[in-house]
């Protein structure tokens, strides 16, 4: 707050939309072209390329949330039917392969994700999305589109 000027003060607002306004956005947007399942993929891809540009812009500096971006990633993997295995998944997360293992470990214990072997190379494992965190990720990507038709 200290950046603002004498007497302009922020103010954080949170929007909160009722769920039927979310399901109406959402059904609205379907209705216009594409399916629901189409517009979360979308925005999923959208804020993983968002999150991209803000790190090349910002040359040195590090935005790193390695869950947020290996949860978006494994959402956009499994909308499009493609499988991503261990190391790609710590590489696609930008931190380092010890923190983001740390960051697959924690989201396998919490139940949203399982390592599966590579049907190809079982030396390898691959990242499966839990139905517990698919369902998370498509309430959170409803409510971004909802809450960006509604303000946009």
């Given at each position: 707050?200290?950046?603002?000027?004498?007497?302009?003060?922020?103010?954080?607002?949170?929007?909160?939309?009722?769920?039927?306004?979310?399901?109406?956005?959402?059904?609205?947007?379907?209705?216009?072209?594409?399916?629901?399942?189409?517009?979360?993929?979308?925005?999923?891809?959208?804020?993983?390329?968002?999150?991209?540009?803000r790190t090349r812009c910002f040359s040195g500096a590090r935005?790193?949330?390695?869950?947020?971006?290996?949860?978006?990633?494994?959402?956009?993997?499994?909308?499009?039917?493609?499988?991503?295995?261990?190391?790609?998944?710590?590489?696609?997360?930008?931190?380092?392969?010890?923190?983001?293992?740390?960051?697959?470990?924690?989201?396998?214990?919490?139940?949203?994700?399982?390592?599966?072997?590579?049907?190809?190379?079982?030396?390898?494992?691959?990242?499966?999305?839990?139905?517990?965190?698919?369902?998370?990720?498509?309430?959170?990507?409803?409510?971004?589109?909802?809450?960006?038709?509604?303000?946009?």
């Amino acid at each position: 707050m200290a950046s603002a000027s004498a007497g302009d003060e922020l103010i954080d607002v949170i929007v909160r939309l009722p769920r039927k306004a979310v399901e109406e956005s959402l059904l609205s947007a379907a209705a216009a072209g594409g399916t629901i399942a189409d517009l979360r993929l979308g925005e999923a891809k959208a804020i993983l390329a968002g999150r991209r540009r803000r790190t090349r812009c910002f040359s040195g500096a590090r935005f790193l949330d390695p869950s947020w971006d290996m949860i978006l990633e494994l959402y956009v993997a499994q909308g499009e039917h493609r499988d991503i295995a261990v190391s790609q998944l710590c590489s696609l997360s930008g931190a380092s392969m010890t923190t983001a293992l740390r960051h697959i470990e924690q989201l396998e214990a919490v139940g949203y994700i399982e390592r599966i072997p590579d049907p190809a190379d079982r030396r390898r494992a691959n990242v499966s999305m839990l139905p517990r965190l698919r369902n998370a990720a498509e309430e959170w990507l409803d409510l971004q589109i909802a809450s960006s038709r509604a303000t946009g």
